[in-house]
């Protein structure tokens, strides 16, 4: 239980950057977008795949991130 405190502070930390930059913005920790990228390169746009190796994240939210992260970079 520690830990998924511990992962929860450093959450919610970036999530009140998110309110001064707009709330559109879906922010994740390092950890998160690490992982996120990884699945990527191995299963590509399965968001629900990807979902399920991060807990408390939606498919939504993390193809969301996605999109506003990486997109534009790779048009």
């Known amino acids: 239980m520690a830990d998924s405190n511990c992962s929860s502070t450093q959450t919610s930390s970036h999530s009140a950057?998110?309110?001064k930059r707009g709330s559109s913005k879906v922010e994740?920790?390092?950890?998160?977008?690490?992982?996120?990228?990884?699945?990527?390169?191995?299963v590509g746009q399965r968001w629900s795949l990807i979902a399920g190796r991060i807990p408390g994240r939606t498919a939504e939210e993390i193809e969301k991130y996605?999109?506003?992260?990486?997109s534009s970079s790779s048009e």
């Open 17 to 19: 950057d998110s309110g």
């Open 28 to 42: 994740f920790s390092e950890d998160e977008e690490t992982l996120v990228i990884k699945m990527y390169k191995l």
């Open 66 to 70: 996605w999109t506003s992260r990486f």
